[in-house]
């Protein structure tokens, strides 16, 4: 009787594809393999369950740990058997973690994704594993079932992170920064493309360092312009680009590439030179501005995405003031906000920083702001003609998105039309909003082209 083994992938797009390399390399080794997120935790009957966690800040951590604790009690009550734990919380806490929580059977760190089969296997054989890997060596290159949707996945190009901002304790979880091979990357970009993948999103934890630790040099441009060579590919999305590190070469190959979408995310954190000096961040808050002026000059219609924390060390009212002030003259139109999380380990929690409550009101006044902004960027799409990726029905309308909607942060596009086919590309003229997204119609034949 083959085991039935179900996974729960948590936390950022990275973690998520560890997760679906763990996938096949469970189906490779003849489990039945199920993945789902964590609301199917009700009806989750599984003889093992994986959950690869998150652990980088406050919230991330209780999110895995309620899973861990919701997954406890499904085995108390006999519908599942085993719990695996993986991920940057098992890294983090990897000597508290079997102690205070004795309802884990087996615990992999960051560096023993590929261990996944010998720990389900001793799991189901009701003995205990630990596996922590070296969480610096270069990940091996494995296979990935796709947990996304056939149409897009994530292209991760490295793992980990030299730049050690002082709030952030992902380089002591995920190791030093390291790139995959250019030809791996590609390779793996090519098999995507011929298994009907269309639009690719590059994740790292800082995708324009690619290429230094392993060439001596910043090669993302190069590998940007062998991905546009792969005919099947529409679409190449790049996140978490680090601003200092955008340069004229860079900024050139996505201006000269109808593939690489004008959507960029640019995670920039703060724009108070006090803020992101004491944050060991490169860069001052008028280079971010004059990169954010030169990239809307060179890439018009461009959508930015960013991340800024409200309530770091340094920032004061004045400091604060600032960057409201910049987010409402930048109008950036995406930005997820958070409010800082002092994290044990990290420099930032030994310095003095605004209490927790202000910190909250900051982001609140933030997050009010970016979705003014938000509204506005929809209502300025009214009458426009979109390239849209469709991805299913909600039951009243389909629903898509255009170059200015990445998965899973940004919202969708409802539209009407005649037998639209999830994965294919259709032109829809935006009508209004709906719901505080854009809604919309196929605009004339059925599709431009798969
Ligand atoms: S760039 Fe900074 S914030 Fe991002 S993962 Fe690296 S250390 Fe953390």
Same mark, same amino acid.
């Given at each position: 009787m083959t085991s039935k083994i179900g996974l729960i992938s948590l936390g950022c797009a990275k973690n998520r594809v560890n997760s679906e390399q763990m996938l096949y390399l469970l189906r490779e080794a003849g489990y039945e393999i199920q993945s789902g997120d964590d609301a199917a935790l009700e009806t989750y009957e599984a003889d093992a369950v994986v959950v690869n966690t998150c652990g980088f800040i406050e919230s991330a951590k209780t999110e895995a740990i309620d899973t861990i604790l919701e997954l406890a009690e499904a085995k108390k009550s006999g519908?599942?058997?085993?719990?695996?734990?993986?991920?940057?919380?098992?890294?983090?806490?990897?000597?508290?973690?079997?102690?205070?929580?004795?309802?884990?059977?087996?615990?992999?760190?960051?560096?023993?994704?590929?261990?996944?089969?010998?720990?389900?296997?001793?799991a189901l054989d009701g003995k205990a594993y630990a596996g922590f890997g070296d969480k610096n060596a270069p990940e091996p290159e494995t296979k990935r079932i796709l947990s996304t949707s056939q149409a897009w996945a994530y292209l991760k190009i490295a793992e980990g992170c030299d730049n050690r901002c002082a709030y952030c304790v992902i380089p002591d979880i995920r190791g030093r920064f390291r790139s995959r091979p250019l030809e791996n990357v590609v390779q793996e970009a090519r098999e995507l493309a011929q298994r009907g993948v269309r639009e690719l999103i590059v994740v790292a934890q800082d995708t324009t360092r690619y290429g230094l630790d392993l060439y001596g040099k910043r090669r993302l441009p190069e590998l940007l312009e062998q991905l546009v060579k792969i005919n099947e590919l529409r679409w190449i999305r790049l996140h978490y680009l680090y601003p200092h590190e955008v340069d004229d070469r860079l900024i050139e190959v996505i201006a000269n590439n109808e593939k690489i979408l004008n959507y960029l995310d640019?995670?920039?954190?703060?724009?108070?030179?006090?803020?992101?000096?004491?944050?060991?961040?490169?860069?001052?808050?008028?280079?971010?501005?004059?990169?954010?002026?030169?990239?809307?000059?060179?890439?018009?219609?461009?959508?930015?995405?960013?991340?800024?924390?409200?309530?770091?060390?340094?920032?004061?009212?004045?400091? /604060?003031?600032?960057?409201?002030?910049?987010?409402?003259?930048?109008?950036?139109?995406?930005?997820?906000?958070f409010a800082y999380s002092p994290e044990e380990g990290t420099p930032a929690s030994l310095m003095e920083?605004?209490?927790?409550?202000?910190?909250?009101?900051?982001?609140?006044?933030?997050?009010?702001?970016?979705?003014?902004?938000?509204?506005r960027f929809n209502e300025s799409r009214i009458g426009a003609v979109t390239t849209v990726l469709a991805e299913g029905f909600d039951g009243a309308h389909y629903v898509g998105r255009s170059f200015a909607?990445?998965?899973?942060?940004?919202?969708?596009?409802? /539209?009407?039309?005649?037998?639209?086919?999830?994965?294919a590309f259709y032109e829809v003229e935006i009508k209004g909003t709906y719901d505080g997204e854009p809604l919309g119609s196929v605009k004339g034949n059925p599709p431009a082209r798969k």
């Amino acid at each position: 009787m083959t085991s039935k083994i179900g996974l729960i992938s948590l936390g950022c797009a990275k973690n998520r594809v560890n997760s679906e390399q763990m996938l096949y390399l469970l189906r490779e080794a003849g489990y039945e393999i199920q993945s789902g997120d964590d609301a199917a935790l009700e009806t989750y009957e599984a003889d093992a369950v994986v959950v690869n966690t998150c652990g980088f800040i406050e919230s991330a951590k209780t999110e895995a740990i309620d899973t861990i604790l919701e997954l406890a009690e499904a085995k108390k009550s006999g519908r599942i058997k085993k719990i695996i734990v993986a991920g940057c919380l098992a890294e983090r806490y990897k000597d508290e973690i079997l102690s205070e929580l004795p309802e884990i059977d087996a615990v992999l760190g960051v560096g023993s994704y590929s261990e996944i089969v010998a720990a389900v296997k001793s799991a189901l054989d009701g003995k205990a594993y630990a596996g922590f890997g070296d969480k610096n060596a270069p990940e091996p290159e494995t296979k990935r079932i796709l947990s996304t949707s056939q149409a897009w996945a994530y292209l991760k190009i490295a793992e980990g992170c030299d730049n050690r901002c002082a709030y952030c304790v992902i380089p002591d979880i995920r190791g030093r920064f390291r790139s995959r091979p250019l030809e791996n990357v590609v390779q793996e970009a090519r098999e995507l493309a011929q298994r009907g993948v269309r639009e690719l999103i590059v994740v790292a934890q800082d995708t324009t360092r690619y290429g230094l630790d392993l060439y001596g040099k910043r090669r993302l441009p190069e590998l940007l312009e062998q991905l546009v060579k792969i005919n099947e590919l529409r679409w190449i999305r790049l996140h978490y680009l680090y601003p200092h590190e955008v340069d004229d070469r860079l900024i050139e190959v996505i201006a000269n590439n109808e593939k690489i979408l004008n959507y960029l995310d640019i995670p920039i954190q703060h724009i108070s030179d006090t803020v992101l000096r004491k944050m060991g961040r490169r860069g001052s808050g008028a280079e971010i501005r004059a990169l954010l002026k030169r990239l809307r000059e060179k890439i018009p219609g461009l959508v930015l995405r960013t991340s800024l924390i409200t309530g770091l060390p340094g920032e004061g009212e004045a400091e /604060f003031r600032e960057l409201y002030d910049f987010l409402k003259e930048a109008r950036i139109e995406r930005a997820g906000v958070f409010a800082y999380s002092p994290e044990e380990g990290t420099p930032a929690s030994l310095m003095e920083y605004p209490d927790h409550e202000t910190a909250c009101q900051r982001a609140e006044a933030l997050m009010a702001l970016q979705s003014d902004i938000m509204d506005r960027f929809n209502e300025s799409r009214i009458g426009a003609v979109t390239t849209v990726l469709a991805e299913g029905f909600d039951g009243a309308h389909y629903v898509g998105r255009s170059f200015a909607e990445s998965p899973e942060i940004d919202g969708m596009i409802r /539209f009407t039309g005649r037998d639209i086919r999830p994965g294919a590309f259709y032109e829809v003229e935006i009508k209004g909003t709906y719901d505080g997204e854009p809604l919309g119609s196929v605009k004339g034949n059925p599709p431009a082209r798969k």
